[in-house]
């Protein structure tokens, strides 16, 4: 990072590895965490000392406000190591400024800029035999900040910790994905915060799928709540639609993640000549699309895959197949894309970040 | 309780008691805990043997669910002490079904009946000094379940906890009460999970309502989230309107708690010979109502302060003040809810059950 170093990181290092244990060919997502982790707590109105410890359980009141009224939020990002040994983060600013948005919205304080790059970087450095080459492997972070201070009243909490955590990342092929539309349960209200990456929205969204699952859906694409009408998010991914040889997908809202992977994706279809449209879409036109052999594909784009393509979708009852076609939009976005986060391509658009 | 006995309850005793260190005269809401608290775990499919222990910090991975994506569940309870030093729960097989309601919408294991109630008499017995005689004196009992499962796939845990909680209350005045007639934010959605009492409906209030607060407001009555034509509930309350002398609330529904004090408000008003109207109520009725002096009383219900009266409102940057009367509807359902929870008066409904 740029920003020169005006923060005091005490660093405690772990006196053993647990790398050694860890099969790096055989990852499920989040379930390994490295060696150390990032913590910085509030309290008497300012955040305080940081600190870089061993990855360890951390000890709260079991009345500390999270655990009751849901005042968490959090960031995922990546970091890719290139063939040099150098590593790379993409356009983590964004993840910064969108952990202080969601914040806000959750009248929890803002974390300092030159706090949070530090201690990812000093972190990431300390990490760095955990990010491991090839294409496709990365270094999962979770930035996350929750309301530790002690007390049942509902109220904004007076006592945060900010903490960053990594987990090792592979590529894999979680088999063919087919979404449900849904026309009962809801994600976000207009006016809420569906937009925030906040804990709240998520717990909601756990039932609902798990009757999709047993539907034969492995996940849901969330309708606006007062209609059901139109098409908004998935939950953990954004979501594109392509029509013809046209990448529509809806305009971010208050009810909508505005994903640093949707704005990559958007930005790099325009880059490869793809005619983009950001316009509220339709289930009907989209069922329309299917029917009448327009809809060519659809996909979800978020940190965890950059982009996932959808086999088919399922509304009230009526599933649809996709066809299965060549040089997909997904495919080549996904690979422009990866080849920036990788330092393989010239990175036109600066989003490249060196550690 | 009726119930056999078919747990067996691990009991860790305090060594000492921190009751001598209380001001039980000037206490703040769910700030200080008894000695004891209530654990059970569940793990491998099954809630495991429950425990009560000296009031502790609890430990947990940093990547626990319920930091992340909000996987948590609660409810509000409160014990009364009579004259006779007998111990009176009030309605508590509603907090009890209500927890599972909510965990349910949460994808977690519902809690078993025997564990809940043995649980908590065996606290509530143990803790007996912490329950203070006096009318408006009370033990608020706060049972919760967390997702403790490490790893921060965004997907239902496999492990969680249980734990009752308890801290002693006193009846306060909190000044008068002038509330914000939502226009812009929303506190749940259609097909969301407002109805239940879960950690993500909470922590997005805090920041509309500290709006409210700067313009003079203590509290919000939120709106349907579609067209804010609608008054709904309060947050933490649901909410009454009398107009001359029908009083209305809002019926219950997937964005709407159905609380406990609600029901009772209902039941007791009607025996009072009270004429009570659950239908959709008018943001524009209500204002219409204050404008020509029908509007005789507006009062939110919860177990905190059982009917808590409405000085004023305001919608849209106009505010209406209310008449201050006297024989309100408020304060005689309020009496005559809390003679039954005292054990002053006969309980003809069976709401009041020994401890």
Redesign the interface.
């Known amino acids: 990072m740029s920003k020169e170093t005006i923060t005091n990181i005490k660093i405690e290092k772990a006196s053993t590895s647990k790398i050694n244990e860890v099969d790096f060919s055989n990852l ?4 390994v ?1 490295t060696d150390h ?1 990032f913590v910085c707590d509030y309290e008497n109105g300012a955040w305080q000392e940081p600190q870089i410890t061993p ?1 360890q ?7 500390a406000r ?7 939020v ?1 960031e995922g990002m990546k970091a890719y190591k290139d063939e040099q040994d150098d590593i790379w983060l993409f356009r983590p600013k964004e993840n910064f400024e969108r952990i202080n948005k969601s914040a ?4 929890m304080p803002e974390f300092p800029e030159d706090f949070f790059f530090e201690g990812l970087n000093t972190l990431l450095k300390l990490e760095k035999d955990w990010i491991k080459k090839g294409f496709g492997n990365s270094l ?1 972070i ?1 930035p ?1 900040v ?2 530790t201070e ?7 909490a007076n006592k945060y910790k900010f ?1 960053i ?1 990594c ?1 090792p990342a592979q590529s894999y092929y979680g088999g063919e994905v087919r979404v449900k539309i ?1 026309d ?10 569906g937009f925030a990456k ?10 609902p ?2 009757i999709a699952n047993k539907e034969g859906f492995q996940q849901i694409i969330w309708t606006d ?2 209609t ?1 009408e139109y098409l908004e998010e998935a ?2 991914m954004n979501i594109f639609f392509r029509i013809g040889d046209k990448l529509i997908t809806c305009p971010i809202s208050d009810r909508i993640l505005d994903g640093v992977t949707r704005k990559s994706v958007i930005a790099m279809a325009k880059d490869l000549d793809i005619d983009v449209d950001i316009r509220p879409i339709k289930v009907t036109e989209v069922i329309e699309a299917a029917n009448n052999g327009s809809l060519k594909e659809i996909f979800g784009s978020g940190t965890a895959a950059v982009i996932n393509p959808i086999a088919g979708f399922g509304f009230k009852g009526d599933t649809w197949e996709l066809p299965k076609i060549e040089n997909s939009f997904a495919s080549k976005i996904k690979q422009a894309i990866m080849d920036i986060q990788y330092n393989i391509s010239e990175d036109k658009f600066g989003w490249r970040v060196k550690v």
Chains 1, 2 share one sequence.
């Open positions: 499920a997502f989040g379930n965490f982790m990855y359980k951390i000890s709260l009141d079991p009345s999270v655990f009751h009224y849901g005042q968490a959090f806000a919205r959750l009248a999962y979770r996350f929750i309301a002690s007390g049942v009243s509902a109220s904004p903490m955590i987990s849904a009962h349960y809801s994600r976000a209200a207009s006016g809420g915060f906040a804990a709240g929205n998520y717990a909601g969204q756990f039932y799928t798990s709540a007062n059901h939950g953990t």
